[in-house]
């Protein structure tokens, strides 16, 4: 093989590994809406939590125990499906009747920001069980802890 032509294929090999790189990288990204659900900033979940609105942390138990917002109540999403709206939700575990009875009441659900799918899950399961105000803090905790804003 010529020169030239090795350094072309090595090139075009490594820009087609980059492109594939980069969109597993988005693939494992949250969609930025939810139909049915209310997407919320850091702002935003401070003033429903100021109203009374329970904000659920649907991290793992270690993580909540290491470091949550003020406030919040953990109910761990367990993941076992894949990182996609439309995941098989059998695979997973979350327990449901940890939250409120009323579904009416309103309700935050976070975890660690658009990679972290455990909350876009946790907020669908909930939608779809019929509570009527969901919110999803898609920024998560550490949108929140970049704001400053009250952990415990």
Known sequence: MHPKTRTVCLSFGLAIAALVASSAALATQTPQNLAGVKVVTAAEVQQLQAKGVPLIDARVAAEYADKTIKGAVSVPYK????????????????????????????????????????????????????????????????EWSAAGLPTQ
Do not use: H, M
Request: net charge positive.
């Open 79 to 142: 993941e076992k499906s894949e990182k996609a709206p439309d995941f098989d939700r059998k695979k997973d575990t979350f327990d449901i009747a940890k939250l409120p009875a009323d579904k009416n009441a309103p309700l935050v659900f976070f975890c660690n920001s658009g990679e972290c799918w455990k909350s876009y899950k946790a907020s669908v399961i909930a939608r779809d069980a019929g509570y009527k105000q969901v919110y999803w803090f898609r920024g998560g905790f550490p």
